[in-house]
């Protein structure tokens, strides 16, 4: 079963780190692009940074360009946000997705759960 | 970075008629090379992921109901539900991967 799984979640203050983590299964890791895509509470759907297939190029939203790193293992089948400096507004659901092709000029086929973040005193 | 702007924001449909959701893009997603429209819809159910239903603008993802479809070219897109079952009350979002950052429309919430 092609299957994502997210991990790393968690209460942080502001100005704090968290590093997500996504175990992907079920499918040949190194042949797709990965994205990360946020949801707020109650809000709509946020991509927040990309990956290809080999590492090789990343892409950021403006709004945490800076502060977040993507990065993946293929040996280990898994994506990663690094995610520093966080504010109050990165309080989220954090999806690990699926890119249809090596890069995420595509469209996202496969979403984990996701992962709670929240951002607060 | 382009917007996605979907029309309208809920939907109310009976049971067994159409829904129809618009999604305008603030440029053209249609790559000339290809001649495909960089478009995609997602639906997302209460409490769970979105779930791919339509990319390419117009071609059905593997195992998603015919009663979905997908039209448009350029800026003006178009998710079709024929025949609404109680299952596909959700919220339906629009994505262009034209371009860096790919962008989602704000949503339209179809309802009974």
């Known amino acids: 079963e092609v299957q994502l799984v997210e991990s790393g979640g968690g209460v942080v203050r502001p100005g704090g780190s968290l590093r997500l983590s996504c175990a992907a299964s079920?499918?040949?890791?190194?042949?797709?692009?990965m994205s990360w895509v946020r949801q707020a509470p109650g809000k709509g759907l946020e991509w927040v940074s990309g990956?290809?297939?080999?590492?090789?190029?990343?892409g950021y939203a403006d709004s945490v360009k800076g502060r977040f790193t993507i990065s993946r293992d293929n040996a280990k089948n898994s994506l990663y946000l690094q995610m520093n400096s966080l504010r109050a507004e990165d309080t989220a659901l954090y999806h690990c997705t699926r890119c249809r092709g090596g890069t995420c000029y595509n469209a996202f086929d496969i979403w984990g759960q996701g992962t709670m973040v929240s951002v607060s005193s | 970075d382009i917007v996605m702007t979907q029309s309208p924001d809920s939907l109310a449909v009976s049971l067994g008629e159409r829904a129809t959701i618009n999604c305008k893009s603030s440029q053209s997603v249609l790559y000339s090379s290809n001649n495909y429209n960089h478009l995609a819809w997602y639906q997302q159910k209460p409490g769970q992921p979105p779930k791919l239903l339509i990319y390419?603008?117009?071609t059905r993802e593997s195992g998603v109901p015919d009663r979905f479809s997908g039209s448009g070219s350029g800026t003006d897109f178009t998710l079709s539900i024929t025949s609404l079952q109680a299952e596909d009350v959700a919220v339906y979002y629009c994505?262009?991967?034209?371009?860096?950052?790919?962008?989602f429309g704000q949503g339209t919430k179809v309802e009974l």
């Open positions: 990956i290809n297939w080999n590492g090789g190029s990343t």
């Open positions: 390419w603008a117009s």
């Open positions: 994505q262009q991967y034209y371009s860096f950052p790919p962008t």
């Open positions: 079920g499918f040949t890791f190194d042949d797709y692009g």
